[in-house]
C-alpha cells in the first residue's frame, strides 16, 4: 500500500493559463474523489468516479473544471482559464470496493497569481 | 440539509491535559460519521469511522464517541505531536461523498 500520490504538489500559475493535476490511487481502490480545500475550511467535494465512470459532479465544478480518469486508473483534473477564486488545495481521495473511508493524497497546492 | 458544525474552531492544550472536541450533526440518516487528522500542507489522514449511536473507537490517546446528534474526539493526556487540524465528517444514505466540518485547530504546548 503505497498510498494515494498526487502531482505536482505545488503549483503556481498566472490567470488565464490552464492547469492539470493528476491522481494516482490507492492500487486496489475502484473509487476516486476530487476534493477543493480553501485556508480554514474543510475539504469540499468536486467529483466521483467509480472505475473509469465519473458517476457525481458538484454544483461548485464550473464548465471550466474538467475531470477524467480513463481505464479506472490514474485521473486528472483539469482547470481551464484559472481564476484567483481558483488558489486551493486539490486533494484527490481513493476508497476500496464497499468502503466508506477516503484515503487521501498529500493534495496540490495552487496558487493564481 | 447535511451540517456538520465542529467546536471549539482553535484549542490550545498543555502537553497532559485531557479535553475532547465536538462534532454537531444534521442529516437525515448517517451511513458513516469520519474523523480525520490534517497536518499543515498535507492530507487528512484517516483516524476513525463511526457507525450507529453508542459505538466508540480508540487509538492511542484518542477516543472518538457517537450520539444520535453529534460525536466527541477525545484526547488523553496529549502530546506535542497530537497538534494538527481535527476533521469531522458525514455520508447520508445514498451519497458518494464525505460532507465535512471545517475542524478543530489543536495546539499541544509542552
Known amino acids: 500500500d503505497t498510498g494515494v500520490s498526487q502531482d505536482p504538489r505545488h503549483k503556481i500559475t498566472k490567470r488565464g493559463q490552464n492547469v492539470t493535476f493528476r491522481c494516482d490511487p490507492i492500487s486496489e481502490h475502484n473509487r476516486l474523489y476530487w476534493y477543493r480545500q480553501t485556508l480554514g475550511q474543510g475539504p469540499e467535494f468536486l467529483t466521483y468516479?467509480?472505475?473509469?465512470?465519473?458517476?457525481?459532479k458538484s454544483r461548485l465544478l464550473s464548465d471550466r473544471f474538467s475531470a477524467e480518469r480513463p481505464k479506472g486508473s490514474f485521473s486528472t483534473l483539469e482547470i481551464q482559464r484559472t481564476e484567483q477564486g481558483d488558489s486551493a488545495m486539490y486533494l484527490c481521495?481513493?476508497?476500496?470496493?464497499?468502503?466508506?473511508?477516503?484515503?487521501f493524497g498529500s493534495g496540490t497546492q495552487l496558487s493564481v497569481l | 440539509e447535511d451540517q456538520v458544525t465542529q467546536s471549539p474552531e482553535a484549542l490550545r492544550l498543555q502537553e497532559g491535559e485531557s479535553s475532547s472536541l465536538n462534532c454537531s450533526y444534521t442529516?437525515?440518516?448517517?451511513?458513516?460519521l469520519f474523523w480525520y487528522r490534517q497536518d499543515p500542507g498535507k492530507g487528512p489522514e484517516f483516524l476513525f469511522t463511526l457507525y450507529s449511536a453508542g459505538e466508540e473507537k480508540e487509538k492511542e490517546r484518542l477516543k472518538a464517541t457517537l450520539t444520535k446528534k453529534e460525536s466527541f474526539l477525545h484526547i488523553t493526556a496529549p502530546k506535542p505531536e497530537d497538534s494538527a487540524t481535527y476533521l469531522c465528517?458525514?455520508?447520508?444514505?445514498?451519497?458518494?461523498?464525505?460532507?465535512f466540518g471545517t475542524g478543530t485547530r489543536l495546539t499541544v504546548i509542552p
Open positions: 465528517a458525514v455520508q447520508a444514505p445514498g451519497a458518494n461523498n464525505l460532507f
Open positions: 481521495a481513493s476508497s476500496r470496493p464497499g468502503g466508506l473511508e477516503l484515503f
Open positions: 468516479f467509480q472505475n473509469e465512470a465519473q458517476l457525481e
Open positions: 442529516v437525515s440518516g448517517l451511513r458513516g
